[in-house]
């Protein structure tokens, strides 16, 4: 393996460790804020803890799918590789929109309603 494709392998991993980094560290974060009661009492606590939740494992999701992406495409870009690829970004994908869907009660492609 020339020495490019050992950075690219190299920065593909620390990107998907990044992403682990900011779903646990948001959890941490939100757990935190639930047990010393910063989100107030009953189902709106509940509701915001989930949301933050949410939250940190979208933004993680996006770091895991861009440490995919650079790995597959730059360090081993075989046809096998990139179907494998593929079904994990559509897998990612439809995680994602599931989430966004649950904590703004829309679609990503529909207009946010004003309150």
């Known amino acids: 393996m020339n020495p490019y494709r050992e950075v690219m392998g190299t920065v593909?991993?620390?990107i998907d460790a990044i992403g682990v980094i900011v779903i646990f560290v948001g959890a941490l974060i939100a757990t935190?804020?639930?047990l010393l009661g910063r989100y107030g009492r009953g189902g709106v606590s509940y509701q915001s803890y989930r949301?933050?939740?949410g939250r940190a494992i979208l933004l993680?999701?996006?770091f895991l799918i861009a440490g995919d992406i650079i790995r597959?495409?730059?360090v081993a870009p075989t046809l096998g590789n990139v179907a494998v690829l593929?079904?994990?970004?559509l897998i990612r994908t439809f995680l994602s929109t599931s989430l966004q869907?649950?904590?703004e009660g829309r679609w990503?492609?529909?207009p946010p309603t004003h309150q």
């Open 72 to 74: 597959t495409v730059v």
């Open 108 to 110: 990503p492609w529909q």
């Open 12 to 14: 593909g991993t620390l």
């Open 101 to 103: 869907l649950e904590l």
């Open 60 to 62: 993680g999701l996006e």
């Open 32 to 34: 935190g804020r639930l």
């Open 86 to 89: 593929g079904v994990i970004v």
């Open 51 to 53: 949301q933050d939740i």
